[in-house]
């Protein structure tokens, strides 16, 4: 038998996965493809079988059902050594009795490699510390420690890169550099990278494709602006950033728009971008869409008049306004701080604008609230 750890290659290929536990599903009859060399991320929150997604792929969990392939190598039942897959865990899992050089090389001396300077080299010079390569990993920072743990995966040159929360002990700002540099490095080295967070942030800034988990299925799959400017399902627009969904009704239908009433007042949604099923629509625009001015003001586009600001707060680059409408529903607003208007006051009797190709419009029978409840800082 060849070892598909190093002949493997192609997409990898996940048909009709389901993984249950006793009677939960926490994989639910899961089909994807995942093309070769691209940076893919799975984000859900917690419980929404990403990681146990992730633990089939890598062979640490058995699939009830389905088949996994990598090209046309099918890789369901085999052994985790044997798959040409590595994984790197939020904990980065180091040998701490091992030199930084030794913990790269292991992989490669495992397999039977003799000379393995030029290839451990080779990946130290990508994660750019050469320097440390004499080291033990106490002595590594966290970030320093994130990149020996890729340098360690990649310099097998699997298939597939399997990232688990990778970024997750790390501070904010480290956390935010790492994720422009494990972009770099994909790049560079042209693996599969199919990543797993929690994170929206990070699966954003990070991959290509972007695939949302809940409950077991796929909610909606692809770029990450198309995800963000397209929401298909009310938990994608409230997992994925902030989004003030209004539930309303289809009123007219005139050329490309659709005339959507919101509590007597009347505004647009182009057809390509609702996927309301009948008169009954959720209304969606996101805050930072939303340009916010006193009662006086004229506008064209979307208006929505009858504000009253009940919550405003300072966070640097914008100001957000938390908006009570007369229906009694609060509508969040973002105002980017470049002097475009005069700050506003709790309290202040506002208007609300937007340009009418911002709105998008879905199943008016869908919980306005999915995906908002949950909590995207929990871990799995």
């Given at each position: ?369 999915a995906g908002s409840e949950v909590n995207p800082t929990e871990d799995e």
């Amino acid at each position: 038998m060849s070892d598909a750890s190093t002949s493997a290659k192609g997409d990898l290929q996940l048909r009709n996965i389901t993984k249950t536990y006793g009677d939960f599903n926490a994989v639910d009859d899961l089909t994807l493809t995942i093309p070769e060399g691209s940076f893919f991320a799975l984000l859900g929150p917690s419980g929404c079988g990403k990681t146990t997604t992730l633990r089939m792929i890598a062979g640490l969990e058995e699939p009830t059902a389905g088949t996994i392939h990598v090209g046309s190598t099918e890789i369901t039942d085999m052994k985790p050594y044997r798959r040409p897959v590595n994984t790197v865990f939020q904990n980065y899992a180091l040998f701490p009795h091992l030199s930084i050089f030794e913990n790269v090389a292991f992989g490669l001396r495992r397999r039977g490699i003799k000379d393995v300077k030029e290839q451990v080299d080779k990946v130290l010079q990508l994660v750019e510390l050469p320097h440390l390569a004499e080291r033990k990993p106490t002595q590594l920072s966290g970030g320093q420690q994130q990149r020996i743990a890729v340098a360690r995966a990649i310099v097998n040159r699997p298939a597939l890169l399997l990232l688990d929360e990778p970024l997750g002990a790390l501070d904010l700002k480290l956390r935010r550099q790492m994720q422009i540099e494990l972009k770099w490095i994909q790049t560079e080295v042209g693996l599969t990278f199919v990543h797993v967070t929690h994170d929206q942030e990070e699966a954003m800034t990070m991959a290509d494709t972007i695939a949302v988990m809940n409950e077991g299925r796929i909610e909606q799959m692809g770029t990450p602006a198309d995800l963000y400017d397209n929401p298909q399902t009310a938990f994608v627009a409230n997992f994925l950033g902030q989004s003030n969904l209004i539930k309303g009704n289809v009123v007219a239908t005139d050329g490309d728009s659709h005339t959507v009433d919101l509590f007597g007042q009347k505004v647009k949604v182009n057809k390509n971008r609702s996927v309301a099923r009948d008169s009954s629509i959720l209304f969606g625009i996101r805050p930072e869409k939303i340009r916010i001015q006193e009662n006086s003001h004229t506008n064209s586009g979307c208006v929505l008049e009858g504000g009253t600001i009940v919550d405003v707060s300072y966070i640097g680059v914008s100001t957000q306004y938390q908006v009570e409408m007369p229906w009694g529903q609060e509508l969040m607003v973002f105002e980017q701080n470049d002097d475009g208007i005069p700050p506003l006051a709790k309290g202040d009797s506002v208007k609300l604008s937007w340009e009418p190709v911002f709105s998008f419009g879905l199943n008016g029978h869908e919980d306005a609230s999915a995906g908002s409840e949950v909590n995207p800082t929990e871990d799995e």
